[in-house]
């Protein structure tokens, strides 16, 4: 089995950049499979544009753009890429970086697809702070990168067995659905829980208001579709379920921090 060293992919790395520990790569996909292989450091991939299938011994991923997967140390898989164009952001995060902001990965074995909509809305920040890769970017990357594990880590201690069983339902409800859920009532229904027990416990389980992780999962949604050049702003913000492109405007800028239209621009390779 090829073990692949730190930096390397298969495929056209269009950038590297090496940051005290970190190796960020930007990398299009050209081989239609890709056999068993490991790489020699824990790090994320983060789908940017197009597909592609993973496999590894417990499970297979089908990652279409904004899907976000996690590799623990040396852990084995395999690519598969469908016709078309495939561009993968990607993290690796060696030992002294880990032990320089006293971090263990060791509770995450294997490989690990995220979904919570805060860690891959940092993702595509990390990105933006790649493309601009200036002084300040040398601060952000690293301070996201921590918030971003920090946040993977409360993520599994909230749906550990100590959570209650509404909100591994409530969870994947707003991830697959997040369109359907109209108001507190409808979820009340669903769920069979209180609107009031759902809103006093929502904070401390996500982190934030209700309100605020439906708007966070939209703009996730959004930013996976900016990459395809053949979809109107007005078309991505009604299919992401926001009421217009102003709507759409002010929940990007505040979640992502500049506009649909500038972060659009950074995906010009």
Known sequence: MELLKTGQFFGQTNQRTQLNGLTITDTEYT???????????PYFTFILQGAVLEGNKKDTYHCAAGSLLFHNWEDAHYNI????????FHIEIDDHWLRQFDINLHNIQGSTAIKDPQVKLSFYKLFKESKMNDAASQVAIPSLLI????????????????????????????????LQVSSLSFLSGVLGIHPVHISRYFPFYFG????????????????GMLGDRQKSLVEIALDCGFSDQSHFNRCFKENVGITPKAYRALFVR
């Open 208 to 223: 934030c208001t209700l309100g605020e992780y439906l708007r966070k999962i939209k703009t996730e949604r959004s930013l």
């Open 81 to 88: 890429k469908p016709p078309g164009f495939t561009r993968g």
């Open 31 to 41: 081989h239609d499979k890709v056999d068993w292989h490991h790489h020699e450091s």
């Open 147 to 178: 918030n971003c594990l920090e946040e993977m880590k409360n993520t599994q201690l909230y749906t550990s067995a100590k959570a209650p069983g509404w909100i591994k339902t409530l969870r994947e409800l707003l991830h697959d659905q997040p």
